[in-house]
Every structure is written in C-alpha cells, then in structure tokens.
C-alpha cells in the first residue's frame, strides 16, 4: 500500500494559530511563572514555537506516557516512561500536547499532576477530535478542531514517521 500525505492544516496558519494561544496565555497568566510541560514526542514542536512567543518566565519540563504502538487505535491506559525532573508543587502548570482524540491519555495525566499540588494546571493543544471523545476532559486551549482523520506533521507520527514535517497533514494509503 502507498502512504500519500495530503494537507489538512498548512504551516503559516499553524504559526499564526501559535501565536493567538501564545497572546490569549499571556494575558491570562498576567505576568506569573509559567511550568510548561511537554508531552513528548508529539508536544515537541508546539511547545518550542509556543514557548518561544511567550514573554516572560517559562520553564520546561518533559514527560514521556505511552500512548500508541506502531497502529492508530488508542491503548486505553497509559504509562509514565518518563517521569518529570521538576518539583510542580506550586507551580502554574500548563500541559503541551499534539492532539486529543478520546481523551484517555490527558485524562490520566492531569489526574496524575494534580495529585502533586500546582498551583493551577491547564491543558494546552494543538489539534482537539471532538467526535471520538470517550472521557471528559476540560482543555483551556485549542488550536483547530479536527474530524476523524489520521493526522500527521508538526510532530504528530505514524509509526514514528512524519513528525517532521512543518504542517500538519492527513495520511492516505492508496493501493
Ligand atoms: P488519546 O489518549 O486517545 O486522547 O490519544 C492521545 C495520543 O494519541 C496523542 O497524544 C497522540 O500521540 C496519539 N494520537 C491520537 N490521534 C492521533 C493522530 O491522528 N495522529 C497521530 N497521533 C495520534
Ligand atoms: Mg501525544
């Protein structure tokens, strides 16, 4: 089967879509510390753009929790591979992800910061699939609603491929 990848999502309206969280995150956060916390690998590159059209102090910490193998179906449970090097106690937490899909993994995640004590903890993303929630979770900041689609690039994979691509696109197998 031949993979083709089609755009959903250009590169200059991820940017410009940066931008306006970056702005609307500022004005909330109103000058406090920021604890920004990666979801790697596929926060990366949102994290890092985001970050960096944030004035003020922002410090970064990564965590690693399993979420898919090698298919595109959710595992259900995740696991925390690795762990963050910070103490947030205190701390405004703001969680980076790629994309929320049925919600499992956030949902897990933030139950899990929260029993460290922030001071607050927010949930930022970059892509939100509305339609295959299967738990709620309350997310403060999202980049572009999608449908039900594969999607990949800006760090988003498939089997580990594609993350590197500067816009996000939908994957196709044509045979
Ligand atoms: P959830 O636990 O089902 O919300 O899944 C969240 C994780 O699954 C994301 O952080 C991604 O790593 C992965 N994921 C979900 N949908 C996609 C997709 O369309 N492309 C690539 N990865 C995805
Ligand atoms: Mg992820």
Same mark, same amino acid.
């Given at each position: 089967?031949?993979?083709?990848?089609?755009?959903?999502? #250009?590169?200059?309206?991820?940017?410009?879509?940066?931008d306006?969280?970056?702005?609307?995150?500022?004005?909330?956060?109103?000058?406090?510390?920021?604890?920004?916390? $990666?979801?790697?690998? @596929? %926060?990366?590159?949102?994290?890092?753009?985001?970050?960096?059209?944030?004035?003020?102090?922002?410090?970064?910490?990564?965590?690693?929790? =399993?979420?898919?193998? =090698?298919?595109?179906?959710?595992?259900?449970?995740?696991?925390?591979?690795?762990?963050?090097? @910070?103490?947030?106690? @205190?701390?405004?937490?703001?969680?980076?992800?790629?994309?929320?899909?049925?919600?499992?993994?956030? $949902?897990?995640?933030?139950?899990?910061?929260?029993?460290?004590?922030?001071?607050?903890?927010?949930? $930022?993303?970059?892509?939100d699939? #509305?339609?295959?929630?299967?738990?709620?979770? #309350?997310?403060?900041?999202? @980049?572009?609603?999608? #449908?039900?689609?594969?999607?990949?690039?800006?760090?988003?994979?498939?089997?580990?491929?594609?993350?590197?691509?500067?816009y996000? %696109?939908?994957?196709?197998?044509?045979?």
């Open positions: 089967m031949a993979e083709r990848v089609e755009v959903l999502i #250009p590169k200059e309206k991820v940017l410009k879509r940066v306006e969280l970056a702005e609307q995150i500022m004005k909330d956060y109103d000058g406090q510390e920021l604890y920004m916390v $990666c979801v790697l690998k @596929g %926060g990366i590159f949102f994290m890092v753009d985001l970050a960096r059209k944030i004035k003020g102090d922002v410090l970064f910490d990564f965590m690693i929790v =399993s979420s898919y193998g =090698s298919g595109t179906t959710s595992s259900g449970h995740i696991k925390i591979k690795k762990d963050l090097d @910070g103490n947030i106690e @205190g701390k405004n937490v703001l969680i980076v992800e790629d994309i929320i899909d049925s919600g499992n993994t956030l $949902c897990q995640l933030r139950k899990f910061l929260l029993g460290r004590n922030p001071a607050s903890l927010k949930i $930022c993303t970059i892509l699939k #509305p339609s295959r929630r299967e738990v709620e979770v #309350p997310v403060d900041y999202i @980049g572009f609603e999608i #449908p039900d689609e594969f999607v990949i690039g800006y760090g988003l994979d498939y089997d580990q491929r594609y993350r590197n691509l500067d996000i %696109g939908v994957l196709r197998f044509d045979d």
